[in-house]
C-alpha cells in the first residue's frame, strides 16, 4: 500500500492553498471499500466552519488530482494501483484526528479506540471527552467513559476516535448554507 505520510505531505499544501485545513488522509484497501479500487479518503474543513461545501470538495479534488498526475508524469508514483479519490467534509460525527479536535469538542460524547489497553485491559471507550492537556508530542486524553469513570491516556495510544452524534453535537453544529431548504422541503411535499 502507499506510503501515508508521503501522501499528506503532497496533499496538505494543495488543501492549505485553498484555505482549507486539512482533517484526514486515510487509504481503504479494496476489501474495506467492497470495489476493484482502493480509496484515498481525503477530508478538509473550511476553519471558519468546520465544514466544506460540494463546490470545495469538487475544487479540492480537481487541485489534489492535478497534483498527483502531475507528480506521476514527474515519475513520482504515490499509488502503484488504481485508486478512488473521496474529497469530502467531515460530518457532523466528525474524526477526531488532531490535538485541537480534543480540545474543541470537550463536552460532546466520542467514541475512541485505544491501541494499548487502559483501565483492566480496555481499549474501546465511550463517554464525553473531557478533553487534551500537555505540550506537542507528550500531549494526554481525558474522557468520562461510561463504564470506567474519567480515564486519561496519551494521544499517540489513540487508533481512532469519532464524535458520537448527539442532539447536544447536532445543536452545537450549524449547517453553513440555509438558503432554499425551504424549497426543497416543498419540492417533497409535492
Not at 152 to 164: E, K, Y
Not at 179 to 187: K, P, Q, R, S
Request: net charge negative; proline share 4%.
Amino acid at each position: 500500500m502507499a506510503d501515508l505520510a508521503r501522501l499528506t505531505e503532497v496533499i496538505e499544501p494543495e488543501v492549505t492553498a485553498l484555505g482549507f485545513e486539512l482533517v484526514r488522509v486515510r487509504l481503504f484497501g479494496k476489501s474495506e471499500v467492497g470495489d476493484d479500487e482502493i480509496a484515498l479518503q481525503i477530508m478538509a474543513e473550511r476553519p471558519e466552519t468546520g465544514q466544506l461545501v460540494l463546490d470545495d470538495c469538487v475544487e479540492l479534488s480537481h487541485r489534489i488530482s492535478d497534483r498527483m498526475d502531475a507528480l506521476e508524469e514527474a515519475g513520482d508514483v504515490l499509488i502503484e494501483e488504481a485508486y478512488r479519490l473521496e474529497v469530502s467534509s467531515p460530518g457532523i460525527d466528525r474524526p477526531l484526528t488532531r490535538p485541537k479536535d480534543y480540545a474543541k469538542w470537550a463536552g460532546h460524547e466520542a467514541r475512541i479506540n485505544l491501541t494499548v489497553p487502559v483501565d483492566g485491559n480496555r481499549k474501546a471507550l465511550n463517554g464525553d471527552l473531557v478533553g487534551i492537556e500537555g505540550e506537542a508530542g507528550a500531549e494526554v486524553v481525558t474522557i468520562e467513559d461510561k463504564k470506567s469513570g474519567r480515564v486519561s491516556f496519551p494521544l499517540g495510544d489513540i487508533h481512532s476516535a469519532r464524535l458520537v452524534l448527539t442532539d447536544r453535537l447536532i445543536a452545537a453544529t450549524r449547517p453553513l448554507d440555509t438558503d432554499g431548504a425551504d424549497d426543497i422541503l416543498e419540492e417533497q411535499e409535492d
